[in-house]
């Protein structure tokens, strides 16, 4: 079975502390950065799974926030796909820098630039195990609320027509 997803919302209103120095670039200058992009790849393809996801989603990144170890080897990502306000798509912290704070750091230096940028909010999408993660930085899932019910046969277009206005002669 599957662990279900839950949806977040933040409105950042303050600047949060950050436990480790990230790196907060365009999508450019990351690109430029040719040993990141192949880490950022190599994590995509081996943690999550879903290159065609990472791919579709890639065309509308247009910042990524990047930790770097001791050696300034990039070993921690999260992309910020920006079309009017933020949403974050991938969170990846390589298997042997985890459990370091990294992407408490990186979520929060997030919402941190989101706030310097005048984002009105910034959204994702996680595992409902990673809540703890997402709150700490100031998320807060949103509650699903019941789908609304499909209308009886038959009744779609008496529903629609009540609200027609009747045409003047």
């Known amino acids: ?100 704070g990294i992407a408490l750091a990186l979520v929060t230096e997030t919402a941190n630039q989101a706030f310097l940028r005048g984002v009105p909010y910034v959204m994702l999408t996680s595992k409902a195990s990673l809540r703890p993660l997402y709150e700490a930085c100031g998320f807060v899932p949103v509650e699903a609320k019941t789908p609304p019910q499909p209308l009886p046969q038959g009744e779609r277009g008496q529903e629609l027509s009540s609200l027609c206005l009747p045409l003047p002669s």
Not at 14 to 29: C, G, K, M, N, Q
Not at 71 to 100: K, M
């Open 1 to 100: 079975m599957t662990e279900p997803e839950l949806h977040y919302f933040c409105k950042p209103t303050v600047l949060r502390a950050v436990t480790h120095s990230i790196d907060f670039v365009t999508t450019p200058d990351f690109v430029a950065d040719e040993p990141a992009c192949k880490k950022l790849w190599e994590l995509a393809s081996t943690q999550f799974h879903t290159r065609g996801k990472f791919l579709a989603v890639w065309s509308g990144v247009r910042f990524v926030a990047v930790h770097r170890d001791t050696n300034r080897h990039a070993d921690g990502f999260l992309l910020v796909n920006a079309p009017i306000n933020w949403q974050i798509d991938y969170v990846v912290v390589c298997e042997e820098s985890r459990g370091q």
